[in-house]
């Protein structure tokens, strides 16, 4: 498993892609394409690019871990 080198939200950029959301989640690049082709996780299209809003994505990872 890979580790986050991430230490707070804060230093994430406005909007994360594939490659940064497995970077935070500690994923594999793979994964996190999968990820955000699943129906509930806060993805954008735009253009050809997938995109997600960081506030959307630390609100979809405490849905999803507060449990």
Known sequence: MKR???????ELPLFLQ??????????????AYE???EK?????RIGN?????REKFIQWVDENTSK
Do not use: E, Q
Request: avoid cysteine; aromatic fraction near 8%.
């Open 35 to 37: 990820l955000m082709h």
């Open 4 to 10: 986050s080198n991430y230490k707070s939200y804060d």
């Open 49 to 53: 690019r997938i995109v997600v809003p």
């Open 18 to 31: 594939a490659d940064l959301i497995s970077d935070v989640l500690g994923i594999s690049i793979s994964s």
């Open 40 to 44: 509930g996780f806060p993805a954008l």
